[in-house]
């Protein structure tokens, strides 16, 4: 009807709803991990071996003795080399963390495949199958 709110009293809406999976769901291949992590690891030694050559090159020295170019490089040095905020700063921080990353892929790859070791010994002993 017209003007009337539509309601949703008596209907069961749970079929509606996915099922989100529950964590026997979901699959982990150690094998997969281990891959992922040796690509970016990979990457970060590559990222490491620019950065070694290229941060030193942001640095500038002034042009002249003048406050303006002074003050201007000594600006420019404290925002993109100097300092804990600085962009070089970053940087680092940033290749620091890839290396957690694959710390992290590695040992999630170790825990997995202990846990799927562990799972296949109770498996065994039980005299079962895996499903």
């Known amino acids: 009807m017209p003007g ?19 964590v026997a769901d979901v699959m982990v291949d150690p094998d997969k991990l ?5 690509v970016v690891e990979e990457q ?18 002034s042009p002249s003795a003048d406050i303006i170019s002074t003050k201007a490089v000594e600006a420019w040095n404290g925002l993109v080399v100097d300092g804990d905020e600085s962009y070089t ?29 562990d799972k296949a010994a109770v498996i065994r002993e039980r005299g079962g199958h895996p499903t």
């Open 89 to 117: 700063a970053q940087v680092r921080a940033y290749v620091a963390g890839l290396h957690r990353l694959v710390a992290q892929l590695h040992e999630a790859a170790k825990k997995y495949s202990t846990g799927e070791a």
């Open 44 to 61: 970060v030694k590559a990222l490491e071996d620019k950065l070694l050559t290229r941060l030193g090159q942001l640095r500038i020295d």
């Open 34 to 38: 281990l891959a992922v992590a040796k």
């Open 4 to 22: 009337t709110p539509a309601t949703t009293e008596g209907l069961d809406l749970t079929g509606a709803v996915p099922v989100a999976p529950g």
